[in-house]
């Protein structure tokens, strides 16, 4: 177990699950620097390349793995999180043993705490600029398949519009203070993976779809 956890504050409950990959090649490595106090930081838990699954924090317990960052009115996302490090570099895809296992975890969780799946998130979703975990590697649609992410759905394009995108991107749950630049590269890295250049209409009609369909107002919990 890690050492580097507190009490949730002001005794909020999670509703956030944070997915992160620990960018080293080794995962005992990373588990053994998640448990170090000198790190200062942790997960609640930790699954290997092989799919071994490690619970380092107690879930009802306030794990230090999204630092500064928001979600929607959320601030203090560690208060309101269950985080989960993925064993992987963020340079090559993630391997099926650990997608598996992720595939198990990840429902248990949801179930305990009532999480829907529009309230599972990257690191980079929540930290944008600051953080791009768990990458441009990571199997979303497998999740989205499996009932435990969201996607858009959207199926014509619109017209670019920086600042209707910036508005649906914010009700969705992208909050923090960043430039649209910055804003658009975390979009893309969760709902248009590998996509690059400027805002275009595709961008804007996949927020649009999203912000109709889950509005993070929709879940009742408050920071």
Known sequence: MSPNYGSRRDAAVPDIVVLHYTAMSDWTAARNWL???DAEVSAHYIVSEQGDVVQLVPEDQRAWHAGAGSWGDVTDVNSRSIGIELSNTGLAPFAAP????LEVLLPAIMDRWAIPASRVIAHSDLAPGRKIDPGARFDWARLVRSGLAVTAAATAVVTGDTDAFARDARAIG???????????????????????GPLDGWDCALAADLAARFPVAKFGRTS
Do not use: E, I, S
């Open 35 to 37: 448990c170090n106090p």
């Open 174 to 196: 992208y909050t923090a203070d960043v430039d649209a630049a910055t804003l658009l590269a975390a979009f893309r890295l969760r709902h248009r993976q590998g996509q690059g």
């Open 98 to 101: 650990l997608m598996d296992a």
